[in-house]
């Protein structure tokens, strides 16, 4: 009788394992939740604001779009385009369609035009105080009050003064401590200052989640975007492949795309850590990602560039932490016609700005082949490969272990054949050591051995996957491992 009620737990214990293994992410896939996104945009003052708004629809099915409000700024101070927001969603209307051949998740425009709004129609500071709300401020307090624990991400691609209101009639009518949980949830980027509105927020309100370049410009992580690198293919960012690849033959979307005038999208680094791609943790600026990387601190003002371009913004001392420009330094690899698939080259690049275009070329052609969506069934278009890690993404070894990582299992929806890339992210970690992978390139998995340390510390290790369909699309794996004295 014992024995039969062994057997029966066991059956029930397998059972039981079973259910769990099937309704449990795979191993080594961590799944992120959608980004709640809020943008204020300066839309009409310059094309960018509109190629921005183009590319990030393309994202709408990853991410959750709550608001898209017309502001004002220093370069257009008492003019609202909602319906230049309007105009391209109805562009977006006639593809929606076709880009749920590719993820049923994309929004209807209906949808998204019910979250078309305008700030103030006024300059800055001077539009914010008692009696100021407008339809946009009131309803970002009304995002933050939603039953939702996710944080709201405000992308301000002009002035801050909606912001600013908001948070204003947040303090003024809110208790200190439902102010208090409200501001929490905020995560703010700002594409420089562009009234001076965004350096009172940082002072009123020090809690506040804040990145940002202030000061001219030219000291701006966001100038990565398009900015033209010596020595280095800049053929993504070119006026003949946006006209190839985005403009031309895409559709009513890619044909609404506006050309250049004063620099490409200089608006999408502060959505693009947003984009789940395996790379990006957009609570974690410092880990670095497609918008770029960032270090908390308090930059001098001889380091933002006072005296350069901003429309005439005053630039002040910070008055507390911000997250803002930080430095890396890459050795770019590129393809190789014989032998080993890629290798690096011949000179590395220091600087902010190449926190964000050492990424550029990946997520130039993910931009691509979304647009490509826009016109194609899903049969006739590339969708990204799917990374699975052998092993979880957060390890843990002691000085001497031997640690082997694996992506073994990765695949590609389309069949693609796959190139793969391990490397050591070391700025984004905490050891100070270099440490040296022990396998070739475009191998699936690698090794090290773990370094001697006299503290705990943190290695971020990167694998890039790209495939090798038409554009090649890349997604990423990040492996942390903690490395403890032994």
Excluded at 234 to 239: F, I, K
Excluded at 425 to 437: F, N, S
Aim: some cysteine.
């Amino acid at each position: 009788m014992a024995t039969t009620r062994l057997r029966a737990v066991l059956a029930f214990a397998l059972l039981i394992a079973s259910v769990d293994a099937s309704s449990a992410p795979e191993r080594g896939v961590v799944p992120q939740m959608k980004s709640r996104l809020f943008v204020l945009t300066d839309i009409g003052a310059d094309p960018d604001d509109t190629q921005s708004l183009i590319r990030l629809l393309l994202y709408s099915n990853e991410i959750d779009m709550e608001g898209l409000v017309a502001v004002t700024s220093v370069h257009q101070k008492t003019l609202l385009e909602p319906d230049s927001i309007r105009r391209v969603l109805r562009q977006y209307a006639q593809v929606q369609g076709n880009l749920s051949l590719h993820d049923v998740a994309y929004p209807t425009a209906h949808a998204l035009l019910a979250l078309v709004a305008t700030g103030q129609p006024a300059y800055g500071q001077a539009a914010v105080g008692e009696g100021k709300a407008s339809e946009g401020s009131r309803r970002i307090v009304a995002a933050l009050k939603r039953p939702d624990t996710r944080p709201l991400w405000i992308t301000d691609w002009g002035g801050a003064n909606t912001l600013a209101q908001a948070l204003f009639n947040i303090r003024e009518t809110e208790s200190p401590v439902e102010a208090k949980r409200l501001i929490s949830k905020l995560r703010v980027y700002a594409i420089s200052d562009q009234d001076d509105s965004g350096a009172w927020i940082r002072k009123e309100f020090p809690e506040l989640f804040y990145i940002v370049s202030p000061g001219g410009y030219g000291a701006a992580t966001w100038m990565g975007m398009s900015i033209f690198v010596d020595g280095m293919d800049n053929t993504t960012v070119s006026n003949g492949w946006l006209a190839s690849h985005i403009q031309q033959g895409h559709g009513p979307l890619g044909a609404a795309y506006p050309d250049v005038a004063y620099g490409m999208e200089g608006d999408t680094p502060s959505f693009l850590a947003l984009i789940p791609n395996g790379l990006n943790v957009p609570e974690r600026p410092d880990w670095g990602g497609w918008g770029g990387r960032y270090t908390l601190r308090m930059p001098p003002l001889s380091e933002t560039d006072p005296k350069g371009f901003n429309g005439g913004v005053p630039v002040v001392p910070e008055s507390r932490p911000i997250w803002t420009n930080t430095v890396d330094t890459i050795t770019p690899m590129i393809a190789k016609p014989f032998g080993r698939a890629t290798g690096p080259t011949s000179r590395s690049y220091t600087g902010f700005r190449e926190t964000l275009w050492r990424w550029r070329d990946d997520f130039q052609n993910d931009f691509a082949a979304r647009m490509d969506w826009t016109v194609t069934d899903r049969a006739h278009a590339n969708h990204p490969p799917t990374i699975r890690l052998a092993h979880g993404d957060h390890l843990a070894a002691r000085a001497g272990d031997f640690v082997r990582l694996s992506a073994l299992g990765t695949s590609d929806p389309d069949g693609d054949s796959l190139s793969y890339h391990w490397f050591v992210y070391p700025e984004a970690g905490t050891c100070a050591m270099a440490i040296p992978l022990s396998s070739a390139d475009n191998v699936y998995q690698t090794s090290f051995t773990a370094p001697k340390v006299d503290r705990a510390c943190d290695a971020h290790f990167i694998l890039r996957v790209t495939d090798k369909g038409t554009p090649p699309l890349t997604r990423y794996g990040r492996v942390v491992v903690s490395i403890t004295p032994k």
